[in-house]
């Protein structure tokens, strides 16, 4: 295992709210298999259950992945069962095209989808025809040849570190007594988890209160596909935990049964990532912040760690990423950096 180290105290660019080396293990046990819906019960959505509990069982997909991927399937499925397939065997290359088209185009259900929303889709009719040929209930895969639309490409958005210290700052809000305190002391606790750590937002709100190691300075989160990793908790991030921990979860944690979760909403259950991206919001507008979504303390993370000179492998492992290359699209940011740095600043780059 590698080792994590302690972060310094708040860090510029170059070494304020950083982190340190994570250490990537296979961890939580794999997602349940998605509930069936009642579907026509043709072979097609046969075929279609079975494929998904595959992904669920053996593939070990995240319970969000596997609705997203039951989704799209069943509006396949219908499809498919409209032009006059009962059988996932009858489909044609020309049916899969047919799809696709009619996902960017829309109809009187369901509006265009943008070119990343198809793609997606695709690539769970693309898995169930592989899927089917593999299990011998198909004699081929139509859609092997039909190519995803390519989205624009599009820089992550982050925001400045001046930005995040006026969220930070303002995360706890406007106290309106103890239930308002508590509120507080929470909302600051995820912000800063989030902004230490570079954890998705369903990652923070997964986590239970023995994920934390606050003394040697690190969380156990499990990311997508139901892999772990251990972040490092810097310590502003880590004071703010021990402050919610010993003065507001109790108190949040008396309005309901009790549980495991470390996060917890008004009634005393785990706190939704709906829950968390609301915290998040009502954080910016008290902060003047504009755009900011559940990845922007996400992205201003890795890049304010770029921009400090941490290496890209580094910053690929506390992100969770599976191949640097999808953690590469965060230099992208810090080269412009560069340019704009240059162009203002260097007497002979001027036009």
Do not use: C
Not at 234 to 245: F, M, N, S, T
Request: aromatic share 4%; glycine share 10%.
């Amino acid at each position: 295992m590698m080792g994590t180290t302690r972060t310094a105290d708040r860090p510029r660019p170059t070494a304020r709210r950083g982190a340190a080396l994570s250490t990537s293990t296979t961890g939580r046990s794999a997602a349940r298999p998605p509930a069936e819906d009642a579907g026509t019960g043709s072979p097609l959505d046969s075929a279609v259950r079975t494929y998904l509990g595959h992904l669920a069982v053996e593939r070990g997909l995240a319970a969000n992945t596997l609705s997203s991927y039951r989704r799209d399937l069943r509006r396949y499925a219908l499809m498919q069962d409209a032009r006059g397939h009962a059988s996932i065997a009858e489909i044609t290359e020309d049916d899969v095209r047919a799809f696709l088209v009619g996902l960017r185009e829309g109809d009187a259900d369901h509006p265009p989808l943008s070119a990343g929303s198809a793609a997606r889709a695709l690539v769970a009719v693309r898995g169930l025809h592989r899927f089917a040929l593999r299990e011998g209930l198909a004699s081929g895969d139509p859609a092997h040849d039909v190519k995803p639309p390519t989205p624009p490409r599009r820089l992550p958005k982050a925001i400045s570190l001046d930005e995040v210290e006026r969220l930070l700052a303002v995360a706890a809000g406007p106290s309106d007594g103890d239930a308002g305190a508590a509120r507080g002391l929470r909302d600051r606790a995820l912000l800063e988890l989030l902004y230490g750590s570079g954890a998705r937002i369903s990652e923070a709100v997964g986590l239970d209160v023995d994920d934390l190691d606050l003394r040697e300075g690190f969380a156990r989160v499990a990311g997508k596909g139901g892999k772990a990793r251990i972040v490092p908790v810097g310590d502003y991030a880590r004071q703010a935990v021990e402050a919610y921990l010993v003065r507001a979860r109790p108190e949040l944690a008396h309005a309901g049964r009790g549980g495991p979760a470390l996060f917890l909403n008004a009634r005393g259950g785990r706190l939704s990532r709906q829950g968390a991206w609301m915290v998040l919001r009502a954080a910016a507008g008290r902060a003047g912040l504009s755009e900011v979504s559940p990845h922007t303390l996400r992205h201003s993370f890795a890049t304010h760690l770029l921009d400090g000179g941490a290496d890209v492998r580094v910053v690929q492992e506390l992100l969770g990423h599976a191949s640097v290359t999808t953690t590469q699209v965060y230099t992208l940011v810090t080269v412009q950096l560069l340019r704009e740095v240059y162009a203002t600043s260097h007497p002979r780059a001027r036009s």
